[in-house]
């Protein structure tokens, strides 16, 4: 089964036609909650689909081959996604969560329950301006501010089992300069720009793409977020080919 899925989704909230598909061929008792898998790997429903991608497959030719299970969920990878309740639940908790490192909460805090269900279903529906009528406010800073409280970012490493990395990070350093994605690098994952050897062995990645580790942490944030508002950051080994 092919499917085009956006990379700012969630596998969860999108693959409705794939259990649809693969039902039909099933005895109803083997079905139980679905999960997905790749070379082994089970795939974290609650991080983006640009994320998975970036990280498991990005050096791979598409298609993406993923496997779909219908049981022996596993319980010590995985949480639990049993409707597109909870999917809402986390993608809400994310925005909250970044508004408070942007603005201190005050953002979301006045907006009203319409707006963040418009949030939700501009997601959900893949509607951009539904989606953006709202999330521009999230995106704004007083002139005199230039530039955000915190910078929400979420670093992941294709190399480790770890979580994702998060730390306060400022965009504009104590003397007023603007820091940069090399600077943010530099502060938390070190290893993802220097190698013993001077050589640099892996690739950051975000949304796909490789941006100059020059490039301003704000604008990434303004620009490259992700629709829950973090920067998603994935640290994967350079191909040796």
Request: aromatic letters at 12%.
């Amino acid at each position: 089964f092919q499917l085009l899925l956006p990379r700012i989704s969630y596998l969860t909230l999108v693959t409705d036609k794939v259990k649809k598909h693969f039902q039909k061929v099933m005895r109803q008792e083997e079905v139980s909650e679905i999960w997905f898998e790749y070379e082994g790997t089970p795939l974290k429903w609650h991080y983006p689909i640009g994320v998975l991608f970036d990280l498991h497959a990005s050096n791979t030719a598409l298609p993406w081959s993923i496997t779909v299970h219908f049981k022996n969920f596993p319980e010590k990878d995985l949480l639990h996604c049993y409707s597109k309740d909870v999917i809402e639940a986390h993608f809400m908790a994310c925005i909250k969560e970044a508004d408070a490192l942007k603005h201190k909460s005050q953002v979301i805090n006045e907006m009203q329950k319409k707006d963040h269900k418009q949030l939700w279903m501009g997601l959900q529906n893949d509607k951009f301006e539904q989606f953006w009528a709202i999330n521009r406010k999230l995106m704004e800073y007083s002139p005199e501010d230039s530039g955000f409280r915190y910078i929400p970012f979420r670093i992941y490493q294709a190399t480790t089992e770890r979580p994702f990395i998060q730390k306060l990070f400022r965009p504009i350093a104590s003397g007023g300069q603007l820091h940069t994605l090399g600077d943010l690098l530099k502060d938390v994952c070190p290893s993802a720009i220097t190698s013993g050897d001077g050589e640099q062995k892996t690739q950051v990645m975000i949304h796909g793409i490789e941006p100059m580790l020059e490039t301003p942490i704000q604008w990434l944030s303004e620009h490259m977020s992700y629709p829950d508002n973090f920067l998603h950051i994935s640290i994967i080994p350079r191909p040796t080919d």
